[in-house]
Nanobody, 122 residues
Framework: QVQLTESGGGSVQAGGSLRLSCSAS???????IAWFRQAPGKEREGVAV????????SYADSVKGRFTISRDDASNTVYLQMNSLKPEDTAMYYC????????????????WGRGTQVTISS
């Protein structure tokens, strides 16, 4: 059974850093794993995606240069390093995975974690 578990959220001041972790239990042959976020009253948005085959990645424009997605195969964990955090990064962050390509960067994710809250104060 696939289970994605996020951790690492918290509250920090603007300019600070956090590292989120996503443990992918029982799921090693995913096509891609991504981080999404959703702020209150806003739509969910894709933040960063990592493709398992070649470890290539893509980022939302709003986080390019500040966030880095990476993986550790030994522990089957995907990380999101978030630097230079801004109040507008405040949201619930979700890890999601998909088993095959759908032709859409942020579409087709079948498996989701429950999320971890990130709060950035100014």
């Amino acid at each position: 059974q696939v289970q994605l578990t996020e951790s690492g959220g918290g509250s920090v001041q603007a300019g600070g850093s956090l590292r989120l972790s996503c443990s992918a239990s029982g799921y090693t042959n995913y096509y891609a794993i991504a981080w999404f976020r959703q702020a209150p009253g806003k739509e969910r948005e894709g933040v960063a995606v990592l493709y398992r085959a070649d470890s290539s990645s893509s980022y939302a424009d709003s986080v390019k240069g500040r966030f880095t997605i990476s993986r550790d195969d030994a522990s089957n964990t995907v990380y999101l390093q978030m630097n230079s955090l801004k109040p507008e990064d405040t949201a619930m962050y979700y890890c999601a995975a998909k088993p095959y390509t759908t032709g859409q960067t942020w579409g087709g994710f079948h498996h989701w974690g429950r999320g971890t809250q990130v709060t950035i104060s100014s």
